[in-house]
Structure formats: structure tokens, C-alpha cells
């Protein structure tokens, strides 16, 4: 896999796969997943971790997820993800209460 094309299609068909989400979809053009709201989806595959801590601190409405996959990388599950806390602690306490809830 070498384009950046292919990496972001893969990105999305991963999470896709991974999360039964159908409605994914690669938007070459924006470098980004569309993705149900709230989530934003960012897709790098620089190099340089420059790109991937700009990502990162793009402000956007909705829960912000940056997603890195660049060719030092083996396969998309090595794929790194980034966000901010303010994004991150929702999801958290998301799956906190799903988690407890089934421990009940």
C-alpha cells in the first residue's frame, strides 16, 4: 500500500470493520473519513509528526479524532490516534457508564 489514498481506505475500511459503523466513507479530497456527528475524522500519512500534532489541534465542531498512518508504519492497526482531552474525556465516560451498566 503506498498512496495516500489507499492508507485513508484502509483507515476506513478498518474502522469500519472494527467498529460496524456502515456509514464511513474516505473523502480524498479533505484528507479526512466522514464519519456520523459528532465525530470528525482526520487522516494523515506524513511522516512528519508535525502534520500529526497540527491535526490534533484543529479546532472542529464536534469530538475531533486524528488518525496517523504513515508507511514506517506495519499494517492500519499500528495506526496512531490523537485527540485533545476535552474530546477524549466524553468518550471515556461514554464507555465508562456502557462498561458499568453491564456490570450491574
Known amino acids: 500500500m503506498g498512496g495516500r489514498t489507499d ?16 456509514s464511513l466513507l474516505w473523502d480524498g479530497n479533505r484528507g479526512s ?3 456520523p456527528r459528532p465525530y470528525v475524522i482526520s487522516v494523515t500519512t506524513a511522516r ?3 502534520e ?3 491535526l490534533i489541534r484543529e479546532e472542529h465542531k464536534g469530538t475531533h ?6 508507511r514506517g508504519m506495519d499494517s ?7 485527540m485533545t ?15 458499568r451498566r453491564g456490570n450491574e
Do not use: C, M
Not at 492500519?76 to 490523537?82: E, N
Open 48 to 50: 512528519k509528526l508535525q
Open 65 to 70: 479524532i486524528a488518525i496517523r498512518y504513515d
Open 7 to 22: 492508507k485513508g481506505r484502509a483507515v476506513t475500511n478498518y474502522l469500519t470493520g472494527s467498529t460496524g459503523i456502515p
Open 85 to 99: 482531552l476535552h474530546n477524549f474525556a466524553p468518550l471515556l465516560q461514554t464507555h465508562y457508564e456502557i462498561t
Open 33 to 35: 473519513i466522514d464519519a
Open 52 to 54: 500529526f500534532h497540527d
Open 76 to 82: 492500519v492497526a499500528d495506526a496512531w490516534v490523537g
